[in-house]
């Protein structure tokens, strides 16, 4: 799907005139350093093996490579993030993997933090001069970027083995409406991490497997000592949306609104758990200064050895053991996520896909490198920061034994996650939640007053 | 010596171009571009603002003339954000020039190494703003920020507060970062003027009598009205249409305490995808900001009246 160069210019001047103080300058393509000579193209086929991507699987490369340009030189601008899943080594030894097997292919990597993403791909991609290729999607964008015509369809270009072999709620961040817009590339839940030290001290031998036993735990550890034993990112931001899905689930909700639009939330498990959330928060369980934390904030804080618990994605485990930042490595320990009553675990879906832009000048090289990103060797490169999204790869011993508990837990979780809703009006109905979850932490508002209003503004969310 | 007898044939002069035509040459590159990023895009915004576009909506961009501003001006978020810039700005504005004013009073006297203390002063606003928010938002950490180990350690504080997750500390962490940074602004314009006063002046007021405080009211402060409303005016247009030390710091939270009108414009175009509702909001915005300075500029003109 190629963007009309009349659309383009249009929704430009739209941003052009809203920024009103700044000028785009709009760039003819995406800083390609094309040269005029000829492209040369090759199916997968002829190609000689050595030019293969290391690591990619055949059937990738087969899909991805129809037509691929293997001697025009060629930039591709990337768009990731520099905060949860991959480290910014990671992704420099993936890029040096594939601009071995495509050496015409000029991988420029942009990492941005979680919190600019969005806003950054919006900017760029349709005021700006579009110059990404390759752009990182979060589970609930999808409707929002295809509604704006900013990724691309790829369902007729999804090999075969990304169908199969890849866990199914990796795919919830990258369709719409039963399309394919993006290449799963992180697959992650918040998992329970917890200091086992601060649990031995407490009298405390195993996990809790419920949030009852969380907060029952949690008394125990600060009749210690732990003035805070729960630390949390609720900062106004998606960080605390994730925690409160999450939290929704494990008290029974799972959906935030219905089939016809009708909110959800602000009843049955939305509403429990932000009602226990503001329990603990009154009960001095939880450290208030989470109101002010995102993810990277609670590894900070754990790793200090100031609290006992926290929810957090993958890598906040090796960030908590890794000897050089952390006063508590090797203690720290993780476990699913608890549920509550019949429901034993829950997950927030914190997948993450790979979209190919509608203004790339080159589609399939861009759908190459996401293949490339997403193969089952490129993800088992490093398991400590992100898991696979390859079922295989947690069969493989190999790949889980420098950490089991973590693949033990994720397998669980991982079975069923639950998804924010993927909506045009998204982004809005997160904001507006965000306020109203403060809100209430603050003691404001009653969290069924909190969830109410913004119930009450989905059918303007909705328009 | 005979002098030769050629001479030469009068050069044909073109007719030189008037004054004003040379003028306009030198400035048309500058206004050509100025009107093709500000005024373009302040047209095309105008235009935008009456109009429903949201991105998330192709295709379909019905006109609503005004619309887009009543819905706004009737908005209780709006109004929200716009209560918390004029809080922050009538806060730091007043806290920067009086503290501008007693470090230029303090920068202007003489003494030993003042260059020293002239160059410490200016260290804060020589920093990028991003690097200033992280600074602060650090030094502000509950758990291991200075502010707090600080007042512990001094015993005016007996726990530590989390002072960006309450909503009735964060604005004023964001304006002590935002005074930090900008007094030294306040102070240099202001130390300008205060050099340009002859001290003659003082001089003859100490030898009819007056005191430190008379020549302060009678003398300097007259005399600096011009500048200080100089001052206002840009620090009332600048922090009124605050967005990068908040953003960072505090991202708007908690509970929107700290959202003012310009993160509410960026959430409703950027994160909204309401780029029609967006260019109500920057035109109203601007709005607001011009108002203020006109009432500066009214005050100035009627300062320079008075003093002439």
């Known amino acids: 799907m190629t963007r009309s160069v009349a659309a383009t210019r249009g929704i430009a001047w739209r941003l052009l005139g809203t920024a009103t103080a700044v000028l785009f300058v709009a760039s003819a393509c995406s800083s390609s350093s094309a040269t005029p000579s000829p492209a040369v193209t090759q199916p997968a086929a002829s190609q000689p093996a050595a030019s293969q991507p290391a690591g990619a699987s055949p059937a990738a490369s087969a899909a991805a490579s129809q037509a691929i340009d293997t001697t025009t030189p060629m930039t591709l601008n990337v768009l990731l993030m520099q905060q949860a899943a991959y480290s910014a080594s990671d992704i420099k030894a993936m890029d040096d993997a594939f601009t071995k097997a495509y050496p015409n292919i000029t991988i420029n990597p942009e990492l941005v933090s979680y919190d600019s993403l969005h806003d950054k791909i919006v900017t760029a991609q349709v005021g700006g001069s579009g110059k990404y290729d390759v752009v990182l999607m979060d589970t609930p964008w999808p409707a929002e970027l295809v509604t704006a015509n900013i990724v691309s369809d790829i369902t007729s270009k999804v090999p075969a083995d990304f169908t199969s072999g890849v866990f199914d709620s990796a795919w919830t961040a990258a369709k719409y409406n039963g399309k394919v817009y993006g290449v799963p590339w992180i697959n992650d839940t918040k998992f329970f991490f917890y200091n086992t030290d601060m649990f031995a001290k407490a009298g405390i031998a195993t996990a809790p497997k419920t949030w009852d036993e969380v907060e029952a735990d949690a008394k125990l550890i600060k009749a210690t000592g732990v003035k805070y034993p729960i630390t949390a990112s609720w900062k106004q931001a998606e960080a605390v949306i994730c925690d409160w899905t999450q939290l929704a689930a494990a008290f029974g909700g799972s959906d935030f609104v219905d089939a016809s639009g009708k909110a959800l939330f602000n009843q049955g498990g939305g509403l429990a758990a932000l009602t226990f959330m503001k329990k603990l928060i009154d009960e001095g369980l939880v450290d208030p200064a989470s109101l002010s934390q995102t993810e990277d904030d609670v590894n900070s804080v754990m790793s200090a050895g100031q609290s006992a618990m926290a929810l957090n994605w993958t890598y906040g485990l090796s960030v908590m053991n890794d000897p050089t930042k952390s006063k508590v490595a090797g203690k720290m320990k993780v476990a699913p996520s608890p549920g509550e009553g019949s429901v034993t675990t829950s997950g927030v879906n914190g997948g993450m896909s790979l979209a190919v832009t509608t203004t790339t000048k080159h589609p399939n090289e861009a759908l190459a490198y996401a293949l490339f990103l997403a193969s089952e060797s490129s993800q088992e490169m490093d398991v400590a920061n992100a898991l696979p999204m390859w079922k295989a790869s947690f069969d493989n011993t190999n790949v889980t034994k420098g950490n089991p508990d973590l693949f033990a837990a994720a397998k669980i979780q991982f079975a069923g996650l639950v998804a924010r809703p993927v909506v045009p009006y998204y982004t809005k109905l997160s904001n507006a939640l965000q306020d109203a979850i403060q809100q209430t932490l603050l003691g404001k508002k009653t969290p069924q007053q909190a969830l109410d209003d913004v119930a009450a503004q989905l059918p303007t969310f909705q328009q | 010596m005979a002098v030769g007898t050629l001479r030469r044939a009068p050069l044909k002069r073109s007719k030189p171009w008037p004054e004003t035509w040379v003028a306009a040459a030198f400035v048309a590159p500058a206004a050509l571009v100025i009107f093709l990023v500000v005024v373009v895009p302040l047209a095309r915004a105008a235009w935008m603002s009456l109009f429903d576009i949201e991105l998330t909506r192709p295709g379909v961009e019905p006109f609503v003339g005004l619309g887009n501003y009543l819905t706004q001006l009737t908005s209780a978020g709006f109004w929200d954000s716009v209560f918390k810039a004029l809080f922050f700005t009538v806060v730091t504005t007043v806290l920067e020039l009086s503290l501008g004013v007693g470090l230029a009073m303090l920068m202007d006297q003489p003494m030993r190494l003042r260059w020293v203390l002239r160059s410490l002063v200016i260290l804060p606003w020589a920093l990028p703003t991003i690097v200033n928010a992280l600074m602060w938002r650090w030094i502000d950490n509950a758990t291991y920020g200075s502010l707090n180990a600080l007042l512990t350690q001094v015993g005016a504080l007996h726990d530590y507060v989390p002072w960006l997750s309450q909503d009735t500390t964060a604005m004023w962490m964001v304006i002590i970062a935002?005074?930090?940074?900008?007094?030294?602004?306040?102070?240099?314009?202001?130390?300008?003027?205060?050099?340009?006063?002859?001290?003659?002046?003082?001089?003859?007021?100490?030898?009819?009598?007056?005191?430190?405080?008379?020549?302060?009211?009678?003398?300097?402060?007259?005399?600096?009205?011009?500048?200080?409303?100089?001052?206002?005016?840009?620090?009332?247009?600048?922090?009124?249409?605050?967005?990068?030390?908040?953003?960072?710091?505090?991202?708007?939270?908690?509970?929107?305490?700290?959202?003012?009108?310009?993160?509410?414009?960026?959430?409703?175009?950027?994160?909204?995808?309401?780029?029609?509702?967006?260019?109500?909001?920057?035109?109203?915005?601007?709005?607001?900001?011009?108002?203020?300075?006109?009432?500066?500029?009214?005050?100035?003109?009627?300062?320079?009246?008075?003093?002439?």
């Open chain 2, 178 to 308: 935002d005074v930090w940074k900008m007094t030294p602004f306040c102070a240099i314009l202001i130390l300008a003027g205060l050099q340009g006063i002859d001290r003659e002046l003082f001089e003859a007021a100490r030898v009819d009598g007056a005191g430190t405080v008379a020549i302060f009211r009678r003398i300097i402060l007259p005399l600096l009205t011009p500048i200080i409303l100089i001052v206002l005016v840009l620090r009332t247009m600048e922090a009124f249409k605050v967005f990068d030390i908040i953003w960072i710091m505090t991202g708007g939270g908690p509970a929107s305490s700290t959202q003012t009108v310009a993160i509410y414009a960026y959430r409703t175009a950027y994160q909204g995808y309401d780029f029609g509702q967006g260019a109500a909001l920057g035109y109203l915005i601007a709005i607001a900001i011009m108002l203020l300075a006109a009432v500066y500029l009214w005050l100035l003109r009627r300062t320079g009246t008075t003093t002439s």
